[in-house]
């Protein structure tokens, strides 16, 4: 089964899963430190190896706005401004600029209401912006109605709102929570041989509606016949109970579904039991400070990210940590920011492949054209609207599956899945 033919429902009930999805994972991912695979040390050691090319870009700016909650109640997500902004850096400085001219950013922090979302988009609209990137912002069901209305094109770097993953103006280069959690559950059942899966999740209306939809049923359409859903407490940090009950039954795949402090109490419980099941987790948990605090319990543990590990020997991921080294040294190598910088040079190259790229419906039909085209650090994306049934917005179904040994992430499929 594929994601699009399970993703093929009414685009309301997919896009408000994928909601609840995000909401659930999003709200300990900053302010526990989101890093990528080895955090600051990366970053030393790729401003060692790499040096990055000095080609400026010259003439006239474009316009690129961003809508970021830098603080709201979910956490602290100003590193996904910073990585921007280092972006906007590496792309004027080192990459000659979208199609030869520098890209000038401006920056607005929501509270994360949809009324501040709104009066950011509205002065942003004034600079006269070709896009809009839109960072971690709670209250984009504001900011996107008055960009639409202004026919300005929205870049999704980490979708949450229904909105974000269904408006016609609106582009994500990556997967998401839903799409990664989908192709997860896939290549569980199709490289892992699942037999009895069992999914913890946080007891709450959101986290239940994502593991039914993205795993359970994923996982049954995928001929895994027993999957057995146990909830736990929000609150409640001694899950060997709960795990436990997972196990029962001979239970071979555990999925995770959780911000990250329950996954570290997982990982807790998974030792003190002595658990042998393969455990598969959500994405946010593939942060340093889970795998740290799991120890030896987290080796083995698989996640599905939307981008490249940033530890990966890669020539974009080398150039990434070599920005973030030079332009935003305080900034982890997590996936939040990454996917932040990722979508600001993916879209310079939009920008670039269009004459106009000041006028907002030619940088449109610029993303409309893209066909199997090549991203930074991100799978290849088609924005024709059907890489997902349900969510136009998605320009991509695949992801990577990184497994945790030793502390550290390696690429397990050693390609883009997308099942």
Known sequence: ???????????????????????????????????????????????????????????????????????????????MGEATRAAVKYVNNNLGGAGGRPIRLEYCNSNGTTAASANCAAQILEQKPAAVIGGLDLGSDGSLPVLAKAGVPYVATTPISATELTSPDSFSFFAGAAGSQIAASIYAAKELHTKKAAVLFNENPQARLAAERFVRDVLKAQGVKKVTMVPFGVNETDVAGPLSQALQGGTDTVFGIMPEPGCVNVLKAKQSLASTATYVFTGNCAAPGVLKAGGSAADGSYFPVSVQPAN??????????????????????????????????????????????????????????????????????TCDGKQVAGLPSVCTNQVRIVKSENGQLQDAAGRWYSG
């Open 1 to 79: 089964m594929s994601v699009e033919k399970f993703s093929r429902r009414p685009a309301r009930v997919v896009a408000g899963a994928c909601t609840a999805l995000a909401l659930t994972l999003v709200a300990a991912c900053a302010s526990n430190g989101d890093a990528g695979a080895n955090g600051k040390s990366d970053k030393a050691d790729s401003a060692r190896q790499v040096e990055l090319p000095v080609k400026k870009a010259q003439g006239k700016p474009i316009v690129v706005g961003m809508i970021n909650n830098d603080t709201n109640a979910a956490g602290n997500f100003a590193n």
């Open 312 to 381: 990966a020997d890669t020539p974009d991921t080398k150039a990434f940590r070599a920005a973030i080294a030079k332009y935003a040294p305080s900034v982890d190598l997590g996936f939040y920011p990454e996917s932040a910088f990722a979508a600001t040079v993916s879209l310079s190259r939009v920008l670039g492949k269009t004459a106009k790229p000041d006028d907002p419906a030619a940088v449109i039909k610029a993303f409309h054209a893209l066909k199997n085209e090549p991203t930074f650090v991100g799978p290849p994306v």
